[in-house]
């Protein structure tokens, strides 16, 4: 029957999207779970180990928000593919636990969700991939345009940023980012 | 069938006919929101698109005003063009310059044009005409403020006005208001320059470009958005103040054809007979007039301002003359410019001190594309000539910073293998922090007496905090001696000079690869051989106001110039000085000295230079500098930091009510340099911190002491870009859902009307 031809086209192009989205969400957690895996792994082995056999990226530090109960497996690299399964470590700043700013990024709707409920006092706990563990305190937050983010990687204290886009209940992709600003707590490490 | 449910549906009935306007409520509601979404997304259309075209016009100290921005979208294709003459004439110790700036306006509006361009450091600005037509305007010089004021009252009466500015000692602004439409306005400004010499070979040096600076962020940039940054505001002033007054807008070598032609005669009368005449960066034609006198021009016609023009000339015989004496009479007083060239003595009785030598070079964006590599084969070069007894370090920088060393290392074969290698694998990148280069340059924490410390420092000078950096040198010189090395197309000439100065070192000028080995070794000359020291000056008759006050240490081949105000030419002035450890005395009769032309406007140039480096080692306070400066300018008529010329044409042009357009105009990017290093937009941060760790010697460290005194705490190039981190996730199941529920209707409605139909 033609009449119902265009509300079954309509149905099924809508649980597409649905199902899209959907999609997207449900990654982002079984990743995290995957995730999970291969970074206890990894720092139990203490070799990089890929969470799943075609993944073109690994896991190189947990942060996690004890109060909010939030935490999340941060990957290397900050690519959209990489970003679908878990925050990103941006390319070119240093390491949590290194002097510098170290940034990480996620999704505002999945991962990083949780960044509006973290206020500043609150402290982050970031275990490397190496097993070390380090403590941040947030000391600000603030929000910028994602190319003038004012950060300098290269600085002298030891700090780290939690990136995700402005405004969180916004529905399309803007220009501006939320930024969580850390800074380490008791004494920079002489690990280097 | 269809046709007929339709007529049928069309019917009306009392029931359906309220659930059918319902259900029409209902779907217009979904069309809305769908209409809405649609909505949404165009008006985001356009951040996206800014999020992917890099802002191409962004500038080191970038800061734009709305209205400069309109004007960008304009373009410049049909702005202000501008066309350059520079009419040199060298007779014997000075040049007389006069440039001719063509301003010519081929819009429909009227038109200030404004053009920021450079001068020799050691220049005397001392005239500005403006020509319209076949009518002169000459200016006068006012204090700064004054002039200003004058300008633009001029501009808003619709005449047309000319104003020089000073921004540094080697970077002015001229702004011409009222150009009318298809006008040519011609604005031209002379100074005077004292001749260079070095050994037996004389110079000039005329830049044509203004490089574009680094001007470090101000502090108060990184604080704003923190929580406890309580008094931010206040907490530290900008390092450039002036940012946008020495930053035109350059264009893109590689998008536009060079603009603002130049030509460039120079009649060279040198006052002795003339041997070998070289232009070193550009194509010359020279015909010889007479024994003492060539006239020079450019051989191709007119060249795009991109390079310095460089012009060295010798005399016929083996040796130059080692003393000028030249007068002038202004006025009721005398003014005096000597040259002497110390003998070079050789040192038979002891050998020379052995030396610690620390090479500084600058690896930052602007030293990209050849001046990385001139930079690279003078240190390479500099590293050979150490001698096995001598200690030394290498220390690069750009916006970070890497001492080779952790102290200085004796330069045996070992450490220079390391040494050119590290040298070797350096790539041009990133900011210009040079004063913690220097502070790291100049901790002098061995102090061994028995070693001569020297730091060579290899930079083109693009900065835009120059004071910052010679208030360093003032505070932390000690015992070090800095020799300046420019390198490339268009250096800082007045940063190279003040620095050198107050280093108590000497500078030399390094323009393309050809010239590595010769200015090299001319330097090492220098570094090698013991300076003559203790000079001062006496004159046996005459009371004097001498400049230099305090005669600074002459380097082998490097004549000590002299500047004096004599109440009375007569008598003699003996000079006396010593030659590594031997006296060493000459005494020149004043009655000899040739006559020469505005001697009086180069001594007042030096002595305002001298007011400037006492303001900066705070022998003097600002305030009784400043007034000594004003003073002197307005004597003498020069442009200064504190003193501007302002030329007004007294009739007015431009009719009342039509409007005035600003045209900044734009510069050509020095030769050599490579764009986008400058100003290309980088998407992430060039190096990381580990990437350098992984690549580097292992003996190289980062001394992170050094680095903690840096002044900047945020650089605008080395900011870190954040990747996109929205899904469209929520997005799409919306959307999904609305197009369910909007199916489902449809339905709903088609079955309501089947039921309808079939009734």
């Not at chain 1, 990103?88 to 636990?97: I, L, Q, S, Y």
């Not at chain 2, 390479?380 to 080779?404: C, E, K, S, W």
């Not at chain 2, 924490?445 to 000078?461: C, E, K, M, P, W």
Request: glycine share 8%.
């Amino acid at each position: 029957m033609p009449r119902f031809i265009l509300p079954l086209l309509l149905a099924l192009a809508g649980l597409i999207l649905f199902g899209q989205g959907a999609y997207i969400h449900a990654k982002a957690l079984v990743a995290q779970v995957l995730l999970e895996r291969a970074f206890e792994q990894t720092i139990a082995t203490g070799r990089e180990t890929k969470p799943w056999s075609w993944a073109d990226t690994w896991p190189v530090a947990r942060i996690e928000v004890k109060r909010i109960d939030a935490r999340a497996i941060v990957l290397a690299g900050s690519s959209g593919q990489a970003l679908a399964f878990g925050p990103g470590h941006v390319e070119g700043t240093p390491d949590a636990g290194e002097r510098g700013v170290a940034v990480y990024s996620a999704h505002r709707d999945t991962h990083f969700a949780f960044l509006k409920n973290v206020v500043v006092g609150d402290e982050i706990n970031v275990m490397r991939s190496d097993g070390k563990q380090f403590h941040y305190r947030v000391d600000a937050t603030s929000v910028v345009r994602f190319d003038a983010s004012g950060i300098d990687p290269l600085t002298d204290e030891y700090q780290l940023v939690l990136s995700t886009c402005w405004p969180f209940d916004a529905l399309a992709q803007g220009p501006e980012r939320y930024l969580v600003h850390a800074t380490m707590l008791g004494d920079a490490p002489s690990s280097r | 069938m269809t046709t007929c449910d339709e007529i049928e549906a069309d019917k009306p009935s009392e029931q359906p006919g309220l659930i059918r306007l319902v259900l029409f409520f209902v779907m217009q509601g979904v069309a809305v929101i769908l209409v809405g979404f649609a909505a949404l997304f165009l008006s985001f259309e356009p951040v996206w698109s800014a999020e992917h075209l890099p802002a191409n016009y962004l500038k080191p100290g970038d800061a734009r005003s709305g209205s400069l921005l309109i004007k960008n979208e304009e373009g410049y294709a049909d702005a202000s063009r501008l066309g350059i003459d520079v009419d040199l004439t060298v007779s014997g110790p000075t040049v007389r310059a006069r440039v001719t700036q063509i301003f010519r306006n081929p819009t429909t509006d009227w038109v200030e044009a404004i053009y920021v361009y450079p001068l020799p450091s050691g220049g005397a600005v001392d005239t500005l005409k403006m020509v319209i037509g076949d009518r002169v305007v000459v200016g006068d010089i006012k204090e700064r403020q004054q002039a200003k004021i004058i300008y633009e009252q001029a501009k808003q009466n619709g005449q047309k006005a000319a104003l020089t500015e000073q921004e540094r000692p080697n970077i002015f602004t001229n702004s011409v208001a009222n150009i009318g439409p298809g006008e040519t306005v011609l604005v031209q400004i002379e100074y005077q320059e004292p001749v260079a010499q070095s050994g037996n070979e004389f110079s000039l040096r005329v830049p044509m470009v203004v490089a574009p600076r680094y001007n470090p962020a101000p502090v108060v940039q990184s604080v704003d958005f923190r929580a406890d940054g309580g008094g931010w505001g206040s907490a530290k002033s900008d390092p450039v103040p002036d940012r946008n007054r020495i930053s035109p807008d350059v264009l893109d070598p590689a998008t536009n054809a060079p603009v603002n032609p130049t030509r460039i005669t120079v009649r060279l009368q040198a006052g002795f007979p003339l041997g070998e005449i070289k232009s070193h960066h550009h194509a010359i034609k020279t015909e010889k007039a007479d024994a003492n006198t060539s006239n020079i021009r450019l051989a191709e016609g007119p060249v795009p301002a991109d390079r310095d023009f460089e012009l060295t000339w010798k005399p016929v015989a083996e040796k130059a003359p080692s003393v000028g004496l030249f007068r002038e009479r202004v006025g009721d007083s005398d003014y005096l410019l000597a040259f002497v060239t110390p003998p070079s003595v050789e040192q038979a009785q002891q050998k020379p001190l052995p030396r610690e030598v620390i090479f500084v070079i600058d690896n930052s964006g602007s030293m990209g594309g050849v001046s990385i590599i001139q930079a690279k084969a003078s240190l390479i070069y500099a590293l050979g000539r150490l001698q096995p007894n001598d200690r030394f370090n290498v220390i690069r920088f750009d916006h970070t910073m890497d001492v080779l060393f952790p102290s200085a290392v004796p330069a045996d074969g070992e450490h220079i293998g390391r040494a050119t290698s590290f040298v070797g694998g350096l790539q041009a990148n990133g900011g210009t922090e040079m004063v913690p280069a220097m502070r790291a340059a100049l901790s002098d924490n061995a102090g061994d007496a028995n070693y001569v410390r020297q730091v060579i420092f290899l930079t083109d000078g693009a900065i835009g905090n120059e004071q910052q950096l010679f208030e360093t040198i003032n505070a932390l010189r000690g015992r070090s001696r800095i020799f300046m090395v420019g390198i490339g197309s268009a250096p800082n000439t007045y940063l190279m000079t003040r620095a050198a100065e107050l280093g108590r070192g000497t500078f030399t000028y390094i323009g393309s690869v050809e010239q590595v080995e010769e200015r090299m070794r001319g330097l090492f000359a220098k570094l090698e051989n013991p300076a003559v020291t203790n000079l001062t000056a006496k004159f046996s008759h005459a009371a004097t106001d001498i400049t230099p006050v305090a005669i600074p240490d002459v380097y082998r081949d490097e004549p000590l110039v002299l500047a004096a105000k004599l109440d009375k030419l007569a008598g003699s002035v003996e000079i006396k000085g010593r030659i590594g450890d031997r006296p060493w005395v000459v005494t020149l009769p004043l009655a000899n000295a040739a006559e020469g032309k505005g001697l009086s406007k180069l001594w007042a140039r030096r002595k305002i230079a001298d007011a400037e480096v006492a303001r900066t080692t705070r022998q003097a306070s600002p305030d009784d500098a400043d007034r000594t400066i004003l003073a002197l300018a307005l004597e003498h008529q020069l442009v200064t930091r504190l003193t501007s010329l302002v030329a007004v044409d007294k009739t007015p042009s431009r009719p009342e009510g039509e409007p005035l357009k600003v045209a900044e105009l734009p510069i050509n990017l020095p030769a050599g340099w490579d764009f986008e290093k400058v100003f290309g937009e980088r998407p992430r941060a060039p190096v990381t911190p580990t990437e350098r760790r992984a690549n580097a010697d292992e003996a190289r460290v980062q001394i992170a002491a050094l680095k903690r005194v840096q002044p900047v705490a945020t650089q605008a190039p080395s900011t870190v870009t954040l990747p996109r981190t929205a899904t469209d996730a929520e997005l799409k199941m919306i959307a999904g859902v609305i197009l369910l529920t909007f199916s489902l209707i449809l339905l709903v409605f088609n079955r309501h009307r089947r039921q309808m139909s079939l009734r």
